[in-house]
């Protein structure tokens, strides 16, 4: 059974960095895809971003000239950097497991993702 | 981005209603659509990936159908459990993107 844990600091002052790190066990993060998805109290989801095993990144646009995320194959962690933190990046923060599954579609197999293990998430607040 | 159109945002029903969430794409997304479930104080649950195919563990009262930019999730018979916030998700194009949400609520 995977398990995914985020920790960090709960508490970031605006214009400082965001910065967590998502602990995997129970399975090797060295085979799929993972992402970072935030939701600001009473608010819905937003995909942050992904990273798979090799180190590609997709990053969400809204925030690409903020965001890192990297990973560390040796310790079965993935981690995100965000820069220049305001009110509005205070959010529940989760990460999770890209899984994938191909299917047929008018002559083509295509890939249907979707996060089927996830973290508890953490709560970061940005207040001076 | 694409835009994912819940409706309704909200809705009251009874234990043992059926219950249907509609999940409208700005643009085509073949059959690169789930479903989740939220409850406060909750990571999202995953009940429905690929459009259709239930997630191991989901009870068979969940179902989801649709193709090309209109969606539904249908929960056949309502249970006290199921009482929850409800997420649709594209994985078709990045950045992917939810719906703003269902909140099922008990009548």
């Known amino acids: 059974q995977v398990q995914l844990q985020e920790s960090g600091p709960g508490l970031v002052k605006p214009s400082e960095t965001l910065s967590l790190t998502c602990t995997v066990s129970?399975?090797?993060?060295?085979?799929?895809?993972w992402s970072w998805i935030r939701q600001p109290p009473g608010k819905g989801l937003e995909w942050i971003g992904y990273?798979?095993?090799?180190?590609?990144?997709n990053y969400n646009p809204s925030l690409k000239s903020r965001l890192t995320i990297s990973i560390d194959t040796s310790k079965n962690q993935l981690s995100l950097k965000l820069t220049s933190v305001t009110a509005a990046d205070t959010a529940v923060y989760y990460c999770?497991?890209?899984?994938?599954?191909?299917?047929?579609?008018?002559?083509?197999?295509?890939?249907?993702?979707?996060?089927?293990?996830w973290g508890q998430g953490t709560l970061v607040t940005v207040s001076s | 981005a694409i835009q994912m159109t819940q409706s309704p945002s909200s809705l009251s029903a009874s234990v043992g209603d059926r219950v249907t969430i509609i999940c409208r794409a700005s643009?085509?997304?073949?059959?690169?659509l789930g479903w989740y479930q939220q409850k406060p104080g909750k990571a999202p649950k995953l009940l429905i990936y690929?459009?259709?195919t239930l997630q191991s563990g989901v009870p068979s009262r969940f179902s989801g159908s649709g193709s090309g930019t209109d969606f539904t999730l249908t929960i056949s018979s309502l249970q006290p459990e199921d009482f929850a916030t409800y997420y649709c998700?594209?994985?078709?194009?990045?950045?992917?993107?939810f719906g703003q949400g269902t909140r099922v609520e008990i009548k």
């Open positions: 643009q085509g997304i073949r059959s690169d």
């Open positions: 998700l594209q994985d078709y194009d990045y950045p992917w993107t």
């Open positions: 690929a459009v259709s």
């Open positions: 129970g399975g090797s993060i060295s085979s799929s895809y």
């Open positions: 999770g497991r890209a899984a994938g599954i191909n299917y047929y579609d008018s002559g083509n197999y295509y890939r249907a993702d979707y996060f089927d293990y």
């Open positions: 990273i798979y095993y090799s180190g590609s990144t």
